[in-house]
């Protein structure tokens, strides 16, 4: 938001300099983003008359000029400018001046055997314009001696604040005054706004066609017509002030719309009376409709967008734009001047989706203040009488102002409370009073009603706020805080944020690198992954594509190993601790830990090697993963439980699920199912485990004991190997158990090295050999005791399995 300050006066009756305003407009929350003040960049410049020019003795292009400053005696100046001359009034700078328009600073020099005391300056040298093919040409009557800035208007600074989106007040120039006041260092010009009384009925009618539920699209439209004016240039004060912030004026119409916008926080728009078809109304717009706005861009629109239509269709983009069609140029003698209010959302919508950025936007999608609506159309119609002629005539109107009064019980004590700051009554009353809010009430609770111009002040905290800002944050006392004697020895952290931490180093640790995804996903992959319900569909989505929460971290990943590929690193493990959604309640969050393997991403390295032939990731390779996660989360595993199978997409061949018991399911691993590859066009072999960190068992609570000494045995370990052959669908883990449940005390290990089925072994059945590890601890076995214990290793794989000692 930019402004000069002498708009700023125009609101505001003040005396103060600009920094004490510049200080202040930060002190109380409107930030000073940018201060150009011209005429301190430019005060050693100033207005001169050439006494002569004669030419330099020693070079033809050159003048030698003696110069009246307005000093006592005549300053020598060696000019090349084509147009210097004598009795001419210019623009001087002494030595010691620095020069912008060429970055350097001036100094007693000569030239050609002649000394120069200064320069006479063209108007690219002073960065004022591109023009430095001559000096200023000033008119006769430039007072000799006054610093040109002043002599020249340039004595206005211009402020540029930044605004919080909160403080739609402040998006004009009497807001900002306001504010001001209310600090003391001004008083704030309120100038009376009477009615303008037009001559008629307006001869365009307006129409607001909403359903019921779209009537706060547009809550008021008001319409006047001004007969016979003249559209010229608008008056050079107005250019002036609109150049300074950085707008470019058309024509005296525009620019009055332009001028109330930043004035007043007031946008309005007008319609050449004669490009406009029957009356006007303000509807949605219908599917295939376009407008050629005032920018000269063509924007197809849709039924979000709400706009101002006639009988030749779409003529203004409502609160945003209008349209090229309906503007006002030279020719327009009748002009229909246009005050209306806006739902801020629809305009915010719209605005995004076609990217359009203006001031009527800016202050629209913010809040405008409903109750100069009115006053403003009054104010722009007495402009446009003054500055244009013409003939006013009465308001047509459609709808009204809304009634957005509230009343806010506010007890004055709440500044205290809130702000830690001990106030008057008197000042705090003061203060809002002065904001434009009216008390009742004389108690220790009175009540508060805010002003039509602040829709963000909605409870006691804002009223807090408005109080604090003014008195000033630093009249609040600084309290050390209060020290703590002892240190709790209560855990800071929960378990399962303890969990998340070590899951992510032992995953690291196995060579795998953490990635962070998005927490929705496109609805697609949710319903592959069992997710895509309704309450889990998100109502305001970033993207199109990322619609839906996720039920799983494994789409996550899959799509980021895919992109890897796609990138030309296809053997990548991929890691993530997240928050998955099963409903839309807060037990239907999870915790989880996944992890992914794709290509030859293999623990124990990826990638082609001299050596052999690299080997792809196996279901075998994610299960390896899941268990030392477990391993490092300290959950006990000895009571695990792995089940064939998983969930539906992953391979119904190649999966497992972790678990102890049939109710406590903590996980899955193993390769993904081809039919969802497909689905999510995904190519390469693929392996990944999910863990379930709220649904692992919690730690046991235990008696701190000193750990015992490491005991090893002084004893030899015997190994021996068997070979069963069992049917081909029992499960290795089951003989594996069972050889453990033989003999507990003395069977220290046991484990698969050789799976077989072929020739020697009969039709449906397979040969599975596993190594046993006896530790006795006491004595040595003798044979007859390690006979008897292999009898009882064979007896018992057999009763659970049916298995046979091969042969």
């Given at each position: 938001?930019?402004f000069?300050?002498?708009?700023?006066?125009?609101h505001l009756?003040?005396?103060?300099s600009?920094?004490?305003?510049?200080?202040?407009?930060?002190r109380i929350?409107?930030?000073?983003?940018?201060?150009e003040?011209?005429?301190?960049?430019?005060?050693?410049?100033v207005?001169?008359?050439v006494?002569?020019?004669?030419?330099h003795?020693?070079?033809d292009r050159l003048r030698?000029?003696?110069?009246?400053?307005?000093?006592?005696?005549p300053?020598?100046?060696?000019?090349?400018a084509p147009n210097a001359?004598t009795?001419?009034r210019?623009v001087?700078a002494?030595?010691?001046?620095?020069?912008?328009g060429?970055a350097?600073?001036?100094?007693?020099?000569?030239?050609?055997?002649?000394?120069s005391?200064?320069?006479l300056?063209?108007?690219?040298?002073?960065g004022l314009?591109?023009d430095?093919?001559?000096i200023f040409?000033?008119?006769?009557?430039?007072?000799?001696?006054?610093?040109?800035?002043?002599?020249?208007?340039?004595?206005?600074?211009v402020?540029?604040?930044n605004?919080?989106?909160?403080?739609?007040d402040?998006?004009?120039?009497?807001g900002?005054?306001r504010?001001?006041?209310a600090?003391?260092?001004?008083?704030l010009k309120r100038?009376?706004?009477?009615p303008?009384?037009?001559?008629?009925?307006?001869?365009?009618p307006?129409t607001?066609?909403?359903?019921?539920?779209d009537q706060?699209?547009?809550?008021?439209?008001?319409?006047?017509l001004v007969r016979?004016?003249?559209n010229?240039?608008s008056?050079?004060?107005?250019?002036?002030?609109l150049?300074?912030?950085?707008?470019?004026?058309?024509?005296?119409?525009?620019d009055?719309t332009n001028?109330l916008?930043f004035?007043r926080?007031?946008p309005?728009?007008?319609?050449?009376a004669?490009?406009?078809a029957?009356?006007l109304?303000v509807r949605?717009a219908?599917d295939?409709?376009?407008l050629?706005?005032?920018?000269?861009k063509?924007?197809?629109?849709?039924?979000?967008?709400v706009?101002i239509?006639?009988?030749?269709?779409?003529e203004?983009l409502g609160?945003i734009m209008?349209?090229?069609?309906s503007?006002?140029?030279?020719?327009?003698?009748?002009?229909?001047?246009?005050?209306?209010l806006?739902?801020p959302?629809?305009?915010?919508?719209t605005?995004r989706?076609?990217?359009?950025?203006?001031d009527?936007?800016?202050?629209f999608?913010r809040?405008v203040?409903?109750?100069?609506a009115?006053p403003?159309?009054d104010?722009?119609?007495?402009?446009?009488v003054?500055?244009c002629g013409?003939?006013?005539?009465?308001?047509s109107?459609?709808?009204?102002?809304p009634d957005l009064?509230?009343?806010?019980?506010?007890?004055?004590t709440?500044v205290?409370?809130l702000?830690?700051?001990?106030?008057?009554?008197v000042?705090?009353?003061?203060?809002?009073?002065s904001?434009?809010?009216h008390i009742?009430?004389?108690?220790?609770?009175?009540?508060?009603?805010p002003?039509s111009w602040?829709?963000?002040?909605e409870?006691?905290a804002d009223?807090?706020?408005?109080?604090?800002?003014?008195a000033?944050?630093?009249?609040?006392?600084?309290?050390?805080?209060p020290?703590?004697?002892?240190v709790?020895?209560e855990?800071m952290l929960?378990?399962?944020?303890?969990?998340?931490?070590?899951?992510k180093r032992a995953?690291?640790?196995?060579?795998m690198?953490?990635a962070?995804?998005?927490?929705?996903?496109p609805?697609?992959?949710a319903?592959?992954?069992?997710?895509?319900?309704?309450d889990l569909?998100?109502a305001?989505?970033?993207?199109s594509?990322?619609?839906?929460m996720?039920?799983?971290?494994?789409p996550?990943?899959?799509?980021?190993a895919q992109?890897?590929?796609d990138r030309g690193?296809?053997?990548?493990a991929l890691?993530?601790?997240?928050q998955?959604?099963?409903?839309?309640?807060?037990e239907?969050q999870?915790?989880?830990?996944?992890g992914?393997r794709?290509?030859t991403a293999?623990h124990g390295?990826?990638?082609?090697?001299?050596s052999?032939?690299a080997?792809?990731?196996?279901?075998f390779e994610a299960k390896a993963?899941a268990l030392?996660?477990?391993?490092?989360l300290?959950?006990?595993t000895g009571?695990?439980?792995?089940?064939?199978g998983?969930p539906d997409w992953?391979?119904?061949?190649?999966?497992g699920?972790?678990?102890?018991g049939?109710?406590t399911?903590i996980?899955?691993?193993g390769?993904?199912?081809p039919?969802l590859?497909k689905a999510m066009?995904?190519?390469?072999?693929?392996?990944?485990?999910?863990i379930?960190?709220?649904?692992?068992?919690?730690?046991?609570?235990?008696?701190?004991k000193?750990k015992?000494?490491?005991?090893?045995?002084?004893l030899q370990a015997?190994?021996?190997?068997f070979a069963?052959?069992?049917?081909r669908d029992?499960?290795?883990?089951?003989?594996?158990?069972?050889?453990?449940?033989?003999?507990?005390?003395?069977?220290t290990?046991v484990e698969v090295?050789?799976?077989?089925?072929?020739p020697?072994?009969?039709?449906?059945?397979k040969s599975?050999?596993v190594a046993?590890?006896?530790?006795?601890s006491?004595?040595?076995?003798t044979?007859?005791?390690?006979e008897?214990?292999s009898?009882?290793?064979v007896?018992?794989?057999?009763?659970?399995?049916?298995?046979?000692?091969r042969a």
């Amino acid at each position: 938001m930019k402004f000069t300050l002498s708009w700023l006066k125009d609101h505001l009756d003040t005396e103060a300099s600009l920094d004490v305003i510049s200080e202040t407009l930060t002190r109380i929350g409107l930030e000073v983003e940018g201060l150009e003040d011209k005429a301190a960049a430019l005060r050693p410049y100033v207005i001169a008359r050439v006494i002569s020019a004669e030419p330099h003795p020693n070079a033809d292009r050159l003048r030698v000029c003696q110069v009246d400053a307005g000093d006592a005696a005549p300053v020598q100046v060696v000019c090349g400018a084509p147009n210097a001359r004598t009795g001419m009034r210019s623009v001087f700078a002494p030595p010691g001046t620095y020069v912008p328009g060429k970055a350097l600073t001036l100094s007693v020099g000569t030239i050609r055997g002649v000394e120069s005391r200064g320069m006479l300056c063209s108007a690219a040298e002073l960065g004022l314009g591109e023009d430095h093919d001559g000096i200023f040409d000033l008119p006769d009557d430039a007072p000799v001696g006054t610093p040109y800035a002043v002599w020249a208007g340039l004595d206005d600074p211009v402020i540029e604040i930044n605004l919080t989106p909160n403080r739609s007040d402040c998006a004009s120039i009497h807001g900002i005054a306001r504010d001001l006041a209310a600090t003391g260092i001004g008083t704030l010009k309120r100038e009376p706004l009477p009615p303008v009384r037009g001559e008629g009925p307006c001869p365009v009618p307006v129409t607001l066609r909403f359903d019921a539920s779209d009537q706060g699209l547009c809550p008021l439209f008001a319409l006047r017509l001004v007969r016979g004016v003249t559209n010229g240039p608008s008056p050079e004060w107005m250019q002036k002030r609109l150049r300074a912030i950085g707008l470019r004026p058309i024509n005296a119409l525009v620019d009055i719309t332009n001028y109330l916008t930043f004035d007043r926080g007031r946008p309005l728009h007008v319609f050449d009376a004669a490009k406009v078809a029957g009356g006007l109304t303000v509807r949605r717009a219908e599917d295939g409709e376009s407008l050629v706005a005032l920018d000269g861009k063509t924007y197809r629109l849709d039924a979000d967008a709400v706009v101002i239509a006639d009988d030749n269709g779409v003529e203004s983009l409502g609160g945003i734009m209008g349209g090229e069609a309906s503007g006002c140029d030279a020719g327009t003698t009748d002009v229909l001047i246009e005050s209306a209010l806006w739902d801020p959302r629809s305009i915010a919508r719209t605005g995004r989706r076609l990217g359009i950025i203006t001031d009527a936007r800016y202050r629209f999608e913010r809040g405008v203040d409903p109750a100069f609506a009115l006053p403003g159309l009054d104010l722009a119609t007495r402009l446009v009488v003054d500055l244009c002629g013409g003939t006013p005539t009465q308001v047509s109107l459609a709808g009204e102002v809304p009634d957005l009064s509230r009343v806010i019980d506010f007890p004055w004590t709440e500044v205290r409370r809130l702000a830690g700051i001990e106030l008057s009554r008197v000042e705090m009353k003061v203060t809002l009073e002065s904001l434009g809010f009216h008390i009742s009430g004389s108690g220790d609770r009175v009540k508060v009603l805010p002003p039509s111009w602040r829709p963000d002040v909605e409870g006691k905290a804002d009223l807090v706020e408005e109080i604090v800002r003014i008195a000033g944050l630093d009249r609040i006392e600084p309290k050390p805080l209060p020290r703590i004697e002892t240190v709790a020895t209560e855990p800071m952290l929960t378990v399962l944020q303890r969990r998340g931490r070590l899951a992510k180093r032992a995953l690291a640790s196995r060579g795998m690198l953490e990635a962070v995804t998005y927490s929705f996903i496109p609805q697609a992959d949710a319903v592959l992954f069992g997710g895509g319900k309704a309450d889990l569909a998100l109502a305001n989505p970033i993207a199109s594509d990322l619609s839906d929460m996720r039920p799983s971290l494994v789409p996550g990943l899959l799509r980021a190993a895919q992109r890897n590929a796609d990138r030309g690193f296809p053997d990548v493990a991929l890691f993530e601790v997240g928050q998955c959604f099963a409903s839309d309640a807060p037990e239907g969050q999870s915790l989880r830990a996944t992890g992914l393997r794709r290509g030859t991403a293999r623990h124990g390295g990826a990638g082609r090697h001299w050596s052999g032939a690299a080997e792809p990731v196996d279901a075998f390779e994610a299960k390896a993963d899941a268990l030392a996660l477990l391993t490092a989360l300290g959950v006990p595993t000895g009571g695990l439980q792995i089940v064939a199978g998983g969930p539906d997409w992953l391979h119904p061949g190649r999966s497992g699920t972790l678990q102890f018991g049939p109710k406590t399911v903590i996980g899955h691993f193993g390769a993904l199912h081809p039919r969802l590859l497909k689905a999510m066009d995904l190519k390469g072999t693929l392996v990944a485990f999910e863990i379930v960190l709220d649904a692992l068992p919690l730690p046991r609570h235990r008696p701190t004991k000193a750990k015992p000494a490491l005991v090893l045995p002084d004893l030899q370990a015997i190994a021996r190997d068997f070979a069963f052959v069992v049917p081909r669908d029992v499960a290795a883990a089951d003989i594996l158990k069972a050889v453990q449940g033989a003999e507990r005390k003395l069977i220290t290990g046991v484990e698969v090295f050789d799976l077989y089925e072929g020739p020697g072994v009969p039709e449906g059945a397979k040969s599975v050999a596993v190594a046993v590890r006896l530790q006795p601890s006491e004595r040595t076995l003798t044979d007859v005791e390690i006979e008897a214990v292999s009898a009882r290793i064979v007896a018992e794989v057999s009763k659970k399995t049916g298995a046979t000692l091969r042969a």
